[in-house]
C-alpha cells in the first residue's frame, strides 16, 4: 500500500510537468472574404498557441488575440476569435488611419487586454464595410472550423 501511495504522488508530481505548454489546433478554411485572397475554402491550417503567453487572451468560451501592424506607411488592425464550444474561428483585418490609432500605438502587444481587444474589435468592425466599399482600403476576413476547438479543450 505504501508502495502505491509513493507511485500515486511521484505521479501527481510528473503529471504537472507532463501537461502540455502549447496548443495545436487544426483549422478549415469555410469562407473567405479578402481584397487579395491568401488561402482558398478548404485550405487546412494549423494554429499553435503558448498557454503561458500573455500574447493570447484565453477564457471558458474565446481563444483571442489582436495585432497592430505597421507596412510602410499603412496600418492594418487585427484580430483572431476561436469560440471553444463549437470551434469557429474568425479572422478580420483592416486598413485603419494612423489618426484613428493613437492610444493603441504605444500598447504593449505582448501583454493582451480584454479592454484592448474589446478597442480593437470596435475598431476593425466599423472600418471593415468601409474599406470594403472603398475597394482601395485593405480588407479581410476568414471564417474557419476548428476540429481540437470543438472538443473543450
Known amino acids: 500500500m505504501k508502495i502505491f501511495a509513493l507511485f500515486l504522488i511521484l505521479f501527481f508530481f510528473n503529471f504537472k510537468t507532463a501537461v502540455a505548454e502549447t496548443l495545436k ?12 485572397a491568401l488561402y482558398k475554402i478548404g485550405d487546412i491550417t ?40 463549437t470551434g469557429e474561428f474568425l479572422q478580420k483585418t483592416v486598413e ?19 479592454e ?3 478597442k480593437m474589435f470596435f475598431l476593425i468592425n ?8 472603398s475597394k482601395k482600403l485593405y480588407w479581410q476576413e476568414y471564417r474557419k472550423n476548428c476540429v481540437k476547438a470543438q472538443k473543450r479543450f
Open 116 to 118: 484592448v481587444f474589446e
Open 25 to 36: 489546433i487544426e483549422c478549415t478554411v469555410k469562407y473567405i472574404d479578402e481584397k487579395k
Open 96 to 114: 485603419v488611419p494612423e489618426t484613428e490609432l493613437k492610444d493603441l500605438l504605444t500598447h504593449d502587444f505582448n501583454n493582451q487586454t480584454p
Open 46 to 85: 494549423i494554429w499553435t498557441y503558448d498557454l503561458k503567453s500573455k500574447k493570447f487572451l484565453f477564457s471558458d468560451d474565446f481563444i483571442r488575440q489582436y495585432n497592430l501592424i505597421k507596412i510602410e506607411d499603412k496600418y492594418y488592425a487585427q484580430y483572431t476569435r476561436i469560440f471553444r464550444y
Open 126 to 133: 466599423t472600418h471593415f464595410p468601409k474599406n470594403k466599399k
